[in-house]
């Protein structure tokens, strides 16, 4: 399954950036964004998913967020998830780099054990200000309408993820796509490859000399440009590579 080629450029890679999408959450359990036959399917993405309609409904916007952490708190990471850990502390204990960038908002990566992970997309787990740009965390300050606020500002609280039309963290960015200009090898884990701009940190590494290995079970828009294609779950590929370098 493993491409003997593919082992053979990550033994000799100093630097290995990873991206990896909604796919290896959901080898876990977790939807790609909400369940279609769920209570929130009723709902348009931008309703739950924007400025605009958090400024509309907040409440509707904080429920669903609280339904999303619910489902995240009920599972775990998986096979896909701790092999990162192994790939990661692989090469780093060779004196290599390791980049994690992930689109998945639920912090997986890190209760698995990944370290170095930047998140695009941001998270679940924390709250922003939605004045002042604070990040909150655990315990909440409440108005009269019962909906948190900032203890610093008083401004409304949101949650910490990247909304449709919204600009992704500048300092997260920029940090991605030095990992993609520096590396050996850059690997798609279980993204479609079509939400930009992170489909476009494959062809950054690419442009710059590195080696593409996408897994993933089905082609993507990505997958003519890679130098591999593994079409299985990154739950069942990426143990088999990490068991192949770790026992060369």
């Known amino acids: 399954m493993i491409p003997a080629d593919a082992l053979t ?7 290995i950036a990873v991206l990896t999408g909604a796919g290896v959450s959901a080898e876990s359990g977790v939807a ?56 990661e502390r692989w090469i780093t204990q060779r004196d290599g780099t390791f980049t994690l960038i992930t689109q998945n908002v639920d912090r997986l990566h890190q209760r698995a054990g990944s370290r170095n992970v930047l998140e695009v997309h941001g998270n679940l787990v924390e709250d922003r200000c939605s004045v002042c740009e604070e990040i909150h965390k655990g315990e909440q300050q409440l108005d009269a309408a019962g909906l948190p606020v900032c ?15 919204e600009d992704l963290p500048r300092d997260v960015w920029d940090a991605s796509e030095r990992a993609a200009r520096d590396a050996d090898v850059f690997m798609s884990i279980g993204t479609s490859s079509v939400v930009w701009p992170a489909a476009g940190l494959a062809h950054t590494a690419r442009s710059r000399g590195a ?4 897994v ?33």
């Not at 203890?151 to 039309?165: A, H, K, S």
């Not at 080696?211 to 996408?214: Q, Y």
């Open 9 to 15: 450029r990550l033994k000799s890679a100093r630097s």
């Open 32 to 87: 790609t964004f909400r369940d279609p036959d769920g209570i929130w399917a009723r709902f348009s993405p931008t309703e739950l998913a924007s400025m605009d309609g958090f400024m509309a409904n907040p409440q509707r916007v904080l429920d669903w967020y609280a339904h999303r952490r619910a489902v995240v708190d009920a599972v775990e990471p998986n096979a896909g998830h701790t092999a990162l850990v192994a790939l």
């Open 151 to 165: 203890t610093t500002c008083g401004g409304r609280l949101r949650p910490n993820v990247v909304w449709f039309g």
């Open 211 to 214: 080696a593409i290995i996408e």
């Open 216 to 248: 993933n079970p089905t082609s993507t828009d990505l997958t003519p440009d890679v130098t591999w294609h593994i079409p299985a779950p990154s739950g069942t590929a990426l143990p088999l590579i990490v068991a192949a370098l770790e026992a060369a």
